[in-house]
C-alpha cells in the first residue's frame, strides 16, 4: 500500500508560481510512475503531467511550457512547479502512483494510488 500526501497549494494572482509536492510512503517509490491530475468544480478529472521511474516527462498541452513535474526518489517525492499561472488553472490537484513505472502514463485509470488532493486557486 502506497500512501500519498500533497501539499503547497494556496492562493496566488495570475502570472504568479506554486510549487506542490507529494510525498510517498513505501520503498519502492523509485520504480513507480508519478502522475499529476487536477478537478475543477463540475469539470472532469484532467491529466497535467506524468514522470515515470527514469524520469522521463510528458505534460498535458494546456500546461506546456509553464508546468514541470520532477522527482527526487531519495526523498520520495514528485514535484510539480507551476509558472504563469492562469484563473483557469484553479483546482484540486491530486498526485498518483502506479507500480511497474516503465514509462509515462495519462489516464487516470492506470493509476493505482491517489492523495486527497490540494486546491490551487488563481485570482485574476
Known amino acids: 500500500q502506497v500512501q500519498l500526501v500533497e501539499s503547497g497549494g494556496g492562493l496566488v494572482q495570475a502570472g504568479g508560481s506554486l510549487r506542490l509536492s507529494c510525498a510517498a510512503s513505501?520503498?519502492?517509490?523509485?520504480?513507480?510512475?508519478m502522475g499529476w491530475f487536477r478537478q475543477a468544480p463540475g469539470k472532469e478529472r484532467e491529466f497535467v503531467a506524468s514522470?515515470?521511474?527514469?524520469?522521463?516527462?510528458y505534460h498535458a498541452d494546456p500546461v506546456k511550457g509553464r508546468f514541470t513535474i520532477s522527482r527526487d526518489n531519495a526523498k520520495n517525492t514528485v514535484y510539480l512547479q507551476m509558472n504563469g499561472l492562469k484563473p483557469e488553472d484553479t483546482a484540486v490537484y491530486h498526485c498518483?502512483?502506479?507500480?511497474?513505472?516503465?514509462?509515462?502514463?495519462?489516464?487516470?485509470?492506470?493509476?493505482?494510488?491517489w492523495g486527497q488532493g490540494t486546491q490551487v486557486t488563481v485570482s485574476s
Open positions: 514522470i515515470n521511474w527514469s524520469g522521463s516527462t
Open positions: 498518483a502512483a502506479r507500480s511497474l513505472g516503465v514509462r509515462v502514463f495519462t489516464s487516470s485509470y492506470d493509476y493505482d494510488y
Open positions: 513505501g520503498r519502492t517509490f523509485s520504480s513507480y510512475a
